[in-house]
């Protein structure tokens, strides 16, 4: 009796460690992609890391996606928390693109050039 006790209890543990899932994005892109002239931009810029991080879920509700607008390459977070407007628009240093005015937003979405998802979907294409 004490060793199905034993047992049941071991079972319930390993169970509960390694059932329990993470918070965390789940890193399934290609590593081998190269944006703002390095290669694997989402673990090699630090802001771009530090975004990555913060997107909680699968990488069907979540996208990085690596536009190029007036001859810049611009990366675009995508989480299905934020608005239909979404202002979050980077340069490849990290600096936030100024588009908050609706015609702004307009004109860069119309202008964009899609070059490659980065992570996960582009829900807002």
């Not at 694997?40 to 996208?63: H, M, R, S, Y």
């Not at 690596?66 to 990366?75: D, F, T």
């Not at 934020?82 to 908050?100: A, P, R």
Request: overall charge positive.
């Amino acid at each position: 009796m004490k060793l199905l006790i034993k047992t049941t209890c071991y079972l319930l543990i390993l169970t509960f460690h390694f059932g329990c899932k993470k918070n965390t994005p789940k890193e399934n892109y290609d590593k081998n992609t190269t944006a703002c002239g390095v290669k694997d931009p989402i673990q090699n810029l630090p802001w771009l890391n530090a975004e990555f991080k913060l997107l909680a879920g699968g990488p069907t509700v979540n996208g990085i996606i690596l536009y190029k607008y007036e001859g810049n390459e611009v990366i675009e977070i995508q989480n299905s928390l934020f608005s239909s407007t979404n202002q979050h628009q980077y340069l490849c240093d990290g600096t936030k693109l100024n588009i908050g005015e609706t015609p702004a937003f307009t004109k860069f979405k119309e202008e964009r050039k899609l070059i490659v998802v980065l992570y996960g979907t582009n829900i807002w294409k």
